[in-house]
């Protein structure tokens, strides 16, 4: 909320209440103080990622192998789609300790990604995950000239996905012109960020334009989303909705609710447009209550069959970063609703799913990366961004990676 509409806010409410102004801004802000545990949770994490790092050298990391240890995904497939989380996790944690360790390394993660340019072929609406926590990252905190070309390359070769006649970014490859994913949704920061960095409105018409299509076509009115929307790439026709990653057509998979949960608050903190902090709040109330009677950690999917019972602790984290960043948003009142919310996720996930253990490789358990993905609960790169930037965010060392 603007400064203005906030003090607004607040006026009205203590002359309506006949309460007192700083007194009662006061009592709000207690109910969003980092809780105790945070510190050290977050200094073990640290400890765990600079081992890490110092282990990888450049390597690029995503799922630990059979043998435990981290397959190198710059050798293995450079142009995968998780591949600059790793640097986003430690430019996050460069920011929030000024330890050169995490520079470097993020800066060596940085060159490899070149590599990705060079194939070209292979590349989808992902390049915002990869580059926008990664070179943009970088040059948010360093003012490096060639990172900022390099998110800029990344942000042309996304704006080249723009379907003028469906008004969406496509998504993935191959005979799939009209697919859209609801992942998408944090991808097109990157246009948000190439508009301001360009001062061509043209990025960020194309942004706001996927993102409408998107709210009117993939988010249920309850809140729910699908994975997939596939349109008619000559008309722009909705012509079905898919499962993909979730339990199967009409199902709720929860890293997509948490994807569109963060992605529509983002969408709202670059545009301010109400319609997007609507979303993201009918999204984040639908998460809500469906993480209620799982001690706050998501199932892969929230309309999956009872059994096989099977978690997925990256879209609880993803969710939790993005409630943070929702409750900074909303009005006052409503700030500890989000707030208390993604503290809880967090804690259930640090409770019973982190390994903090250095010699070992991936911080959190309990990802899936999707539920028929013959890989359940295992520790995967983007659970521990999300579980590093959610910790920054409470302890207000955060900076604006997205």
């Known amino acids: 909320m603007p400064i203005s509409k906030r003090a607004n806010f607040w006026h009205a409410f203590c002359v309506l209440h006949g309460e007192d102004t700083k007194q009662k801004k006061k009592e709000v802000e207690n109910m969003t103080k980092t809780p105790a545990w945070v510190q050290p949770l977050f200094d073990q994490v640290s400890a765990k990622a600079k081992a890490e790092a110092e282990r990888l050298g450049s390597a690029i990391p995503y799922i630990p192998g059979e043998d435990g240890h981290y397959i190198d995904m710059g050798k293995k497939d450079v142009i995968w789609w998780t591949n600059g989380f790793w640097a986003g996790t430690l430019w996050l944690l460069y920011h929030a300790t000024g330890d050169d360790q995490f520079r470097t390394t993020a800066e060596a993660n940085e060159a490899v990604l070149d590599g990705a340019f060079d194939q070209f072929i292979g590349l989808h609406h992902d390049v915002g995950f990869m580059w926008d ?54 991808n097109i920061n990157l246009l948000y960020w190439a508009r301001d960095e360009q001062n061509d409105p043209r990025y960020g018409y194309m942004a706001e334009d996927h993102a409408d299509t998107v709210m009117n076509n993939i988010v249920r009115p309850d809140g729910s989303v699908a994975h997939i929307g596939i349109f008619d790439p000559t008309t722009g026709e909705l012509l079905k909705t898919d499962g993909g990653q979730g339990y199967g057509e009409g199902s709720s998979w929860s890293r997509g609710q948490a994807w569109a949960l963060y992605g529509f608050a983002l969408s709202y903190a670059h545009t301010q447009k109400e319609d997007y902090l609507d979303t993201a709040k009918r999204v984040a109330n639908y998460f809500l209550a469906n993480i209620a009677d799982t001690g706050d950690v998501p199932l892969v999917d929230f309309r999956a069959p009872a ?22 948003q909303v009005p006052a009142l409503e700030q500890s609703l989000y707030y208390d919310a993604a503290v809880k996720i967090v804690k259930a996930v640090a409770d019973d799913y982190l390994d903090l253990d250095p010699a070992t490789d991936g911080i959190v358990t309990g990802g899936t990366p999707a539920y028929h993905d013959p890989q359940h609960e295992v520790r995967m790169i983007y659970s521990d961004f999300f579980l590093v930037e959610a910790l920054v965010k409470l302890l207000g060392k955060d900076f604006l990676i997205w």
Do not use: F, Q
Request: glycine share 8%; with cysteine.
């Open 307 to 328: 059994e096989p019972k099977i978690v997925d602790t990256s879209a609880g984290l993803c969710a939790a970063a993005g409630l943070i960043t929702l409750s900074r």
């Open 133 to 186: 926590l990664s070179a943009v990252a970088d040059y948010r905190l360093t003012k490096n000239n060639r990172a900022w070309a390099r998110g800029l390359h990344a942000a042309t070769l996304l704006a080249g996905r723009y379907n003028p006649r469906g008004k969406y970014l496509r998504s993935w490859n191959r005979d799939r012109p009209g697919w859209v994913i609801i992942d998408s949704m944090m």
